[in-house]
Nanobody
């Protein structure tokens, strides 16, 4: 069983930056796919970014060029660097991981992950 713990959320003004972290009790090296998702009040959970074991990444169109996903296998930690934040980025952010054989982008599109964190709140004011 893998436990994921997010941190780094907070309140910032539009145009600001935050870096989210997700500490994993399991090996991020062995996780074939890890990702960040977000859910705003009254909205469905949506994918933000994902990274495969090969280091390839995928992003939602709404965050391309502003957010960067990365992981440090030595620290078993996943990151999400968020720059040029907008009020519409306000949401609870969750990290997720899975070691199954499915292709990472397919998991990302289907929001199909076996392990989830509890979330960290990001609030962007205008």
């Amino acid at each position: 069983h893998v436990q994921l713990v997010e941190s780094g959320g907070g309140s910032v003004q539009a145009g600001g930056s935050l870096r989210l972290s997700c500490a994993s009790s399991g090996s991020t090296y062995r996780s074939r796919c890890m990702g960040w998702f977000r859910q705003a009040p009254g909205k469905e959970r949506e994918g933000v970014a994902a990274i495969g074991s090969d280091g390839n990444s995928i992003y939602a169109d709404s965050v391309k060029g502003r957010f960067t996903i990365s992981k440090d296998n030595g620290k078993n930690t996943l990151y999400l660097q968020m720059n040029s934040l907008k009020p519409e980025d306000t949401a609870m952010y969750y990290c997720a991981a899975d070691s199954g054989a499915a292709i990472c982008w397919a998991r990302f599109r289907g929001i199909d992950f076996g392990y989830w964190g509890q979330g960290t709140q990001v609030t962007v004011s205008s």
